[in-house]
């Protein structure tokens, strides 16, 4: 698809949907939100980034595969479970620490149900990209 | 013990890794750590032989009555020794006979993996853990005996031994799951505190048929005697283990476990001793005219576990104890034989004993353990194999009923046994030597150390009995009688009418190896018979399955989207309507009040969306007026308090609609393919569907369940640091869930790439 229009406006808003992604993840927990969300919001900007500029375009905006981003989403939701374990509590146990204020999100909670969520954030926004690119190169 | 096993495991594990280290050497050092833990396994003999039994648990699922517990007595020291200490050996020999092949790391694994395994299996006292660890033998000698898996016959031979001993297993499950209610418990020692509990309950012959099933398929008893032979596809160190002390001895050594539980009746001695001497001369018979070193060895192994399972059927104090004698007996010289036939083989490139002759000039060392080995089989004094067929012989002619048949059928096949053992033992090393094609020599010592050291076990024990008889032979008799027993073995025990029988079955057995030849034309003649067998049955078998799965794949698997969507629908549907009619009548009215004018206009707004997209005459038209339904729903959700899913709802509609339109312009030209009355048909299951469905929200509207999960939640969250229940749900309450949706959905994903891109067809070169 080659359109002037599209391609400034994609220009514009991909960024404003990554950024407003991440909003999402963090504020989840107490607000509408949350990682699966997020995870969509980010394979929207991407794919329209994709649909303006060319999968190939998108592909190297992204760096990894979507795969390698599924991967680690998978790795670090399981992984987050782990400091349960380790003291002593059931797997997933959810653990809190400190926070730090932030600008628009409020106070930002760290724990490891945030990790979790960064996880789901990352598989589904690998999957949807995966599932867009391999659609739209499918010739 | 799970020290042991963990250790094994890990180094399984790191069998490759350490391959890419050590290379050639990575047999020695990986021998190194089961020498050591075979030196722990030989430390505890004192303690086991004074009549301990060592146990250990470690809780692991307490809920459903599951432990790792593990219980060493006699009969499990004896294999933890055999196993161990072979293994140490194999993997020596392994690293000899694989040399610089391309998966030698690999090997290493799956034959330490086997080796856990079989440990486990032995020492197991939890009856459910001890299935896993039977299980896992089928397994990992699954990989082992396909290794060689670009051939097509090692692949077959694979699959066969999985089939046989995993249908075999599953019926042991079912025996555990039997003994599990009738005994209460799963814990073996447990169980063996009231033993005649299991004798005595009504499910008895179940429970024996059962496990005798899972026992007499590993053991490769008739009929399922034709896996074993078939398994000699795997590469020779695996056969020598697999066939010396591990693999095919866990049937036996179940039968050993569950005799003070089951064994002792009338049946058990009917069916155990009689499937035992049948195998025991069908073994042997089908032994005589093989050529192939390997095969020789294989059918002579059914026939010594044919001797072995007899022995165990009879049962009596002096029956076990030759089981228990005979048990190393095989183990040593079968180990040693089956090494030997593979430096051969490995040597002079061939394992026909027709084209073998007069090695013994330039493999002496070989030729030693070889013929040491093969005089243990014949069992020759000095040799505990001597002792061993004394034993056997003794047991027969006590046997409290059937004595002389069973005596006969000993003698019989021992006979064709000797046989065997000359052809294997003397004849590719003597005689003339034959011109060979590439200059022959020693192998090195990898190859000839394991032989060698069997074959010596099996002289020193036989000069000295009292190396194994009360350490080893005493426990083991007295685990498996449930009675302390105390065992003294001799070499001479003076001229008597065993020692007769002995000296008539090697002269005999002499005999028969001069009329091999013509005993080979006789089986040639025969041969066809073998259409009958127990192996064209499982082959048929074989082959109705995969033809019952390929129609059902066909008719299942149409290729048709409508009629997969219909299915669903309508499976849906019927199912829904079943439920709502046990739960009684629907309140159709529920009165329109407070409707609001918005809420009607979101109405009208999706039934009109749906209706032009089933009458659209593009596609385009089509996903653009189901994507106004999906925008339509997710309104709804937004005005009744569900924020998360109404955003949710929204950008998966907006992503589906990317990818319909990605899809879709790679489609033909739309075309209405349906018939009118086609459409009829799917217009009467759409809204049947969307009757169900609406009849259901209406009777969930009036179902009170009792207690409300969404209180909980609503209380809880902020415990769980969280305002956003929807949020709090899914990634505390419930994050173990989320964590398997998403690996769900990973793997969704991978299957999606594979669809898409994986095409059958020509593949272009350059990828």
């Not at chain 1, 670090?76 to 059931?90: C, D, E, H, I, R």
């Not at chain 2, 299996?121 to 896992?136: G, H, P, Q, T």
């Not at chain 2, 046990?582 to 004018?597: C, N, Q, S, T």
């Not at chain 2, 902020?718 to 749900?729: M, Y």
């Amino acid at each position: 698809m080659d359109s002037l229009i599209l391609r400034t406006a994609a220009r514009l808003i991909m960024p404003l949907q990554l950024a407003f992604s991440v909003l999402l993840l963090i504020r989840g927990h107490n607000e509408p939100g949350g990682g699966f969300i997020g995870g969509l919001v980010a394979a929207c900007g991407i794919a329209l980034h994709g649909i303006a500029f060319g999968i190939p375009a998108a592909r190297r905006l992204l760096r990894v595969t979507p795969q390698r981003l599924t991967g680690i989403g998978l790795f670090l939701a399981a992984l987050s479970g782990v400091p349960g374990l380790v003291l002593g509590q059931p797997f997933m146990t959810g653990l809190w620490g400190g926070s730090v204020p932030t600008l628009i999100a409020g106070q930002l909670k760290f724990g490891t149900p945030l990790l979790f969520d960064v996880g789901v954030y990352l598989v589904v926004a690998g999957i949807a990209v995966h599932l867009v690119f391999t659609m739209a190169e499918d010739q | 013990m799970l020290t042991v096993l963990i250790t094994i495991f890990v180094l399984a594990a790191a069998g490759p890794l350490l391959h890419r280290v050590l290379r050639g050497a990575t047999g020695w050092a990986l021998a190194l750590p089961v020498i050591v833990i075979t030196g722990w396994f030989a430390s505890l003999v004192p303690a086991v032989s004074g009549g301990e039994v060592i146990m250990e648990s470690r809780p692991w699922v307490p809920a459903l009555d599951l432990d790792l517990a593990f219980r060493v007595d006699g009969w499990s020291l004896l294999f933890l020794l055999l196993i161990a200490g072979i293994g140490a050996l194999i993997l020596i020999y392994a690293g000899g006979y694989l040399h610089g092949h391309r998966h030698e790391g690999r090997f290493f694994g799956f034959l330490l993996l086997f080796m856990g395994s079989m440990l486990g299996l032995v020492a197991a006292d939890n009856l459910i853990v001890m299935f896993i660890f039977w299980e896992l033998t089928s397994f990992s000698s699954y990989l082992l005996i396909g290794f060689n898996h670009e051939d097509k016959k090692s692949r077959a031979a694979a699959l066969q031994a999985l089939l046989v001993t995993g249908g075999g297993g599953l019926a042991l499950l079912a025996g555990i799951i039997l003994i599990g209610q009738a005994g209460g418990t799963f814990s073996f020692s447990a169980l063996l505190e009231s033993p005649d509990v299991l004798r005595g309950h009504a499910l008895y012959l179940p429970i024996l048929l059962l496990v005798l099933a899972g026992a007499f398929t590993k053991s490769a008893q008739v009929p399922f005697h034709f896996w074993l032979p078939g398994a000699m596809a795997a590469p020779t160190p695996v056969s020598a283990y697999l066939h010396s002390a591990t693999m095919v001895k866990a049937g036996i050594f179940l039968l050993g476990r569950f005799y003070p539980l089951l064994g002792g009746t009338g049946v058990w001695h009917t069916v155990v001793t009689g499937v035992g001497a049948a195998t025991m001369l069908t073994g042997a018979l089908l032994a005589l005219p093989q050529t192939d070193l390997k095969r020789l060895l294989a059918y002579s192994t059914v026939s010594g576990l044919g001797i072995l399972t007899m022995l165990l059927g009879i049962g009596t104090a002096l029956a076990v104890k030759a089981a228990a004698v005979f048990l190393i007996v095989h183990s040593l010289y079968k180990g040693a034989l089956f090494m030997v036939a593979g430096a051969v083989d490995h040597e002079a490139g061939t394992r026909d004993v027709r084209a073998l002759s007069g090695l013994c000039k330039v493999m002496p060392i070989t030729a030693m353990a070889a013929g040491a080995a093969a005089l243990s089989m014949i069992g020759f004094p000095p040799l505990l194999g001597f002792i061993g067929k004394e034993l056997l012989y003794e047991a027969n002619l006590a046997a409290p009923f059937a004595a002389p048949y069973y005596t006969a059928a000993a003698v019989g096949a021992n006979i064709l046994m000797v046989a065997v053992a000359i052809m294997v033992g003397y004849r590719p090393f003597h005689g003339p030597a034959q011109l060979p094609a590439k200059p022959l020599h020693e192998p090195s010592p990898a190859l000839w150390l394991g032989p060698l050291v069997l074959a010596a076990l099996a002289v020193v024990a036989g000069l000295f009995p009292s190396l194994v008889d009360r350490p080893l032979v005493s426990a083991a008799v007295s685990a498996i009688r449930a009675t302390e027993t105390t065992v003294e073995l001799k070499l001479w025990h003076g001229p008597n009418l065993v020692l007769l029988l002995s000296v008539i079955t090697v002269l005999a057995g002499m005999v028969v190896y001069r009329l091999r030849g013509r005993l080979r034309t006789l089986a040639a003649q025969i041969a066809p018979l073998a259409r009958f067998g127990p192996e064209c049955a499982y082959e048929l078998g074989l082959r109705a399955l995969t033809a019952v799965a390929d129609r059902q794949t066909r008719w299942l698997q149409h290729g048709y989207l409508r009629g997969y969507v219909l299915t669903v629908l309508g499976v849906a549907t019927v199912l829904a309507a079943f439920a709502l009619v046990r739960f009684g009548p629907v309140p159709l009215w529920i009165g329109f009040e407070d409707v609001r004018a918005h809420e009607i206009a979101i109405g009208v707004l999706i039934l009109s969306a749906a209706l032009v997209a089933a009458n659209a005459r593009s596609r385009i038209a089509a996903v653009v007026a189901l994507g106004v339904v999906g925008y339509s729903v997710a309104l709804v959700y937004g005005l009744y308090g569900a924020p998360d899913l109404a955003v949710t709802q929204i950008l998966v509609e907006t992503l589906t609609l990317v990818l319909f339109v990605l899809v879709v312009v790679h489609l033909p030209q739309f075309s209405a393919l349906s018939t009118p009355r086609r459409r009829r048909w799917d217009a009467v299951m759409a809204g049947g569907a969307g009757l169900v469905i609406t009849l259901l929200v209406l009777k969930a509207l009036h179902v009170d369940s009792g207690e409300r999960v969404s209180q909980y939640y609503a209380e809880n969250a902020l415990r769980a640091q969280g305002r956003n229940v929807v949020n709090v749900i899914l990634v505390d309450f419930r994050a173990l869930d989320t964590l398997g949706e998403l690996a769900v959905l990973s793997v969704a994903a991978i299957g999606v790439f594979a669809l898409l891109r994986l095409r059958p067809g020509p593949r272009k070169e350059d990828r």
